[in-house]
């Protein structure tokens, strides 16, 4: 059993929608993580968490909107979002740098 | 950059069968770790080996640091073992760590 855990699994929006990814951990980890993975590709790093704090943020567009309330939490907030942002989307955590990574179920997300 | 390369790409065994599954990188790396993606899109992490030998029951790792490349060996396969094996390394020491492009694995009863 993962101890990441992520909602939902399962997410179907429309172009005009607002959705939120939702990431959870209990593991005391400092760092969190926000991957997303295409068809038969690995996973692409999009944002970094660090003690709460924005760390990374791998030229995401703005229409993905991440935030750590706090440090066991991490949202993914969705808007405009187009077909092609249709992916597996992953959240990961671990202990700061150099640290084995954890990562939650996925949430699966298309875009109609 | 890093490159990190996986080998081979596709794998199709028998049950019962083992391989090895191979993953060379360009440059000294912090660290190195082994994922399992199953079909449902779960990745467990099997291994965190910078350097070494690692076993956990029918899975075992060895990465040899100073020749660049890590092996993962799966023994007496089992159809739970399919999936998409991806090698990652920690290059710069920043939380981005750098993927091989996966070895898939299918294990047929």
């Known amino acids: 059993d993962t101890e990441v855990t992520q909602t939902p699994k399962h997410l179907v929006m429309g172009m005009t929608n607002k959705k939120s990814l939702k990431c959870e951990q209990h593991?005391?980890?400092?760092?969190m993580y926000w991957y997303k993975q295409k068809a038969k590709k690995p996973p692409e790093l999009m944002f970094v968490?660090?003690?709460?704090?924005?760390?990374i943020n791998e030229s995401v567009p703005s229409r993905f909107s991440p935030e750590c309330p706090n440090s066991s939490l991490l949202n993914l907030h969705l808007h405009a979002l187009q077909p092609e942002d249709s992916a597996l989307y992953l959240c990961a955590s671990s202990h700061p740098v150099g640290n084995t990574i954890y990562f939650g179920e996925g949430s699966w997300l298309t875009v109609v | 950059g890093i490159q990190v390369e996986q080998s081979p790409p596709d794998l199709i065994l028998q049950e019962g069968a083992n391989s090895t599954l191979r993953c060379n990188f360009s440059d000294s790396v912090n660290n190195l770790q082994w994922f399992h993606q199953n079909p449902w899109g779960q990745l467990i992490n099997l291994f965190y080996?910078?350097?070494?030998?690692k076993q956990n029951g029918r899975l075992s790792a060895t990465t040899v640091a100073t020749e660049r490349y890590s092996l993962l060996y799966i023994s007496s396969s089992q159809t739970t073992d399919s999936g998409v094996y991806f090698c990652?390394?920690?290059?710069?020491?920043?939380?981005?760590?750098?993927w091989g492009a996966g070895t898939k694995l299918i294990i047929k009863p």
């Open positions: 968490y660090s003690y709460e704090k924005l760390s």
């Open positions: 080996i910078p350097s070494g030998t």
């Open positions: 990652a390394v920690d290059y710069y020491s920043n939380y981005q760590l750098i």
């Open positions: 593991m005391g980890h400092r760092a």
